[in-house]
């Protein structure tokens, strides 16, 4: 990864004069129960008080008669996004090795993950039912929730399974970070990365904040913001109310439309910080001044009290939050029982554990640690130079939209994979076009199919990968006399109503931005949103020219989806025939719809390509049924269907 050189480097330097770290399989194994024990408290607890929060902060005393209710009804823990994608990564890694690739944690996400997903989480399942792997799903490009905190609250798990490995952990946390999110928003799973790692050896809260800001580059938004909040701690020692409403002020109230949210990634990741500084290493203390803040406050509760379970081992956290009832005689019962996840075992905590800490002896010997035996009892010798170096893989994002005419500038390398050496080993690229370092760049007329044969190789080894290329014929949309819609304009005072989750800087107001060539962003997203209604309806969008056109394919390109609706749960290409009727058109389209028109497997920025014999009309549209999601349906009753679309294409027939 582009910032893998700097991890080793600051490493380095951070451990340059100490002694080599030692931690028995004893030690190592109650700090690990410690990260998952503590990480369940802060989440079953924090639950309580999640997004009640946000104008000003909580007042205590704190109850948690939710947490115990639900705790009662399963006799144990019970499942909730921030422990049980990490128990899906545990799985991975016992099913794949302790480097699974991109492409096998896209193939867990979308077995086990089949609902009880949001923002960040939910627009990358759905990208990866598209087609798309990682690093692409988090990309802001196609996810618009890049922004939020959906991966500081998963992936801890990289890092307590790399004790004293620091560097290490930060990028490996930013790669897995990069399944969901993109730029700033990854910085604070970073941080918290690199702090669980160095909690193995580190018990001192303030230095291991500082040490974890120096695995993010200088000018990095979120490291200007943690010398915030340690400034703010400083000025208020005594006063985290005081801290909290400058952080609010700054990452909320001031945050700019297009990441202004209340899961926005540097605000909860600010807030965490604050909290671990405020709580002077105590869970409890911690845990209530993490509810008070308020915001998604149970995400960070779950990091930064499993954060304070692997300083003080698993025994400092609270038994009166990890066994509340007296016929509990372990942790939470030793039951974690799963309510979100298809097909996931319920566990014992205390195998979740052991397995674990099996990941992390075998992570310990792999990045160059060693091991001997003392007494009977095993010793690990930590090798804190260890840096990560992302699995070589091709990475798959959208197919490569190629126009005649058109100048093409697509690269099938990412962050991951960019300094990796890259070549076309098989297949003629179409005249005009050239390849170089994953870059597909020129000018060509030359229209049709072409399949091209890539090779990648980060000098150890080496992987081929076939690809296929579409040149479209010319774009007919911009020559056409009149746009084709149901709905015109979006009715304001509708979607004023319903509960959204997509920044309005987004959207636009009217149709007529569907043939402007630009496929997302801001002002990108037409909704079809009329006045409100129950009654689902089918949606059409098309052309009509003034002479007739002959075309053989139309792209659709999805807008931004909301949680309850903009897309079709089906659809079909339509021409004018001479007599002034529409007539279906018979198509294959690539990629195929998704299996269902649950909300969670739709594609945001997705687009949809028609291919059909030539068809010579006056007019062309896509037809279809819009879906009404029952997923906010208490926040948006009796709202009527819409489509989310940015660009409708249509191309000439060559």
């Known amino acids: 990864m582009k910032k893998t050189a700097t991890f080793a480097l600051l490493a380095l330097l951070l451990i340059s004069c100490a002694k080599p770290l030692e931690i028995s399989r004893t030690e ?79 193939e867990g996400w979308m077995y086990h993950i089949r609902d009880r997903v949001w923002l960040a989480n939910r627009a990358a399942l759905g990208l990866m039912h598209y087609g798309l792997t990682p690093p692409f799903t988090g990309d802001k490009r196609y996810n618009p929730h890049w922004f939020q905190i959906d991966p500081q ?113 540097d605000l909860n990741g600010a807030l965490g910080i604050l909290a671990l500084l405020y709580g002077d290493g105590d869970i409890e203390k911690t845990l209530t001044i993490g509810c008070a803040l308020g915001f998604d406050c149970d995400n960070q509760t779950a990091t930064i009290c499993g954060l304070l379970g692997v300083i003080n081992g698993v025994d400092a956290v609270p038994t009166d939050r990890s066994m509340p009832y007296e016929h509990w005689t372990k942790p939470f019962n030793d039951r974690y029982i799963n309510v979100t996840r298809y097909d996931m075992p319920d566990a014992s905590i205390e195998d979740l554990i052991e397995r674990t800490t099996v990941l992390a002896e075998k ?12 007494g009977g009892e095993k010793i690990y010798t930590i090798n804190r130079k260890a840096a990560f170096h992302a699995p070589l893989e091709f990475c798959v994002g959208p ?22 050496k890259w070549a076309l080993v098989d297949g003629a690229l179409p005249e005009g076009l050239a390849f170089k370092d994953g870059r597909l760049s020129g000018v060509t007329e030359a229209v049709g199919d072409y399949d091209i044969t890539l090779s990648l190789s980060d000098g150890i080894g ?44 987004y959207r636009a107001s009217t149709v007529d931005v569907i043939r402007d060539g630009v496929l997302g962003g801001p002002g990108a997203s037409f909704y079809s949103l009329g006045e409100k209604s129950n ?61 269902s028109d649950v909300v969670f497997i739709q594609p945001h920025n997705g687009e949809f390509l028609l291919r059909f014999e030539p068809v010579t009309a006056t007019a062309v549209r896509i037809i279809g049924n819009d879906k009404v999601q029952d997923h906010w349906h208490k926040y948006t009753k009796n709202v009527t269907s819409f489509i989310s679309i940015t660009e409708l294409q249509v191309y000439e027939a060559k």
Not at 406 to 419: I, Q
Not at 484 to 491: I, K
């Open 28 to 106: 190592l194994k109650n700090k690990i129960a410690g990260a998952w024990i503590g990480q369940m408290v802060g989440n079953i607890y924090g639950l309580e008080y999640e997004n009640k929060f946000v104008d000003e902060p909580g007042e205590g005393p704190f109850v948690f008669n939710k947490a115990m209710r639900k705790m009662e009804a399963v006799d144990g823990a019970f499942s909730d996004d921030d422990t049980d994608v990490e128990y899906l990564y545990l799985m991975m890694m016992e099913k794949y090795g302790i480097d699974p690739t991109y492409a096998q944690v896209r």
């Open 153 to 265: 609250l998963i992936n801890e798990i990289w890092a307590y399974t790399a004790p004293g490995m620091p560097a290490y952990a930060a990028g490996l946390s930013e790669w897995a970070a990069r399944i969901t999110s993109d730029d700033w928003a990854a910085s604070p799973t970073v941080v918290y990365g690199a702090m669980y790692s160095e909690a193995f050896f580190c018990s001192d809260i303030p230095t291991l904040v500082k040490h974890a800001k120096e695995y993010l580059p200088k000018e990095d938004r979120f490291r200007r913001i943690i010398d915030e909040c340690i400034a703010l701690h400083a000025q208020n020692p005594d006063d985290w109310k005081a801290s909290r409403k400058v952080i609010a002020d700054e990452l909320y109230f001031n945050e700019p439309d297009i990441s202004r949210s209340i899961w926005n990634a």
């Open 363 to 374: 992570i310990i010997l792999a990045r160059g640690g060693s091991v001997r035996e003392e």
């Open 399 to 420: 197919d490569p939209r190629i126009v005649a005419g058109e100048p093409v500038d697509y690269d099938f390398a990412c962050v991951t994979n960019r300094a990796y």
């Open 462 to 505: 080496s992987i081929d990968k076939t690809f296929h290329l579409v040149v479209r014929g010319r774009n007919l949309a911009p020559e056409a006399a009149e746009i084709l819609a149901l709905t015109a304009e979006t009715d304001t005072a509708t979607l004023d109503s319903c509960w959204t989750t997509i920044p309005a800087s």
């Open 535 to 595: 009654a689902p309806k089918q949606d059409f969008f098309g052309y009509r020219w003034d002479s007739p056109v002959t075309t053989d394919m139309i792209a659709l390109h999805y807008g931004c989806l909301e949680e309850f609706g903009g897309w079709y749960s089906d659809f079909h290409a339509e021409y004018l025939d001479e007599a002034g009727s529409w007539q279906p058109i018979e198509a294959a389209v690539s990629p195929a719809l998704p299996e």
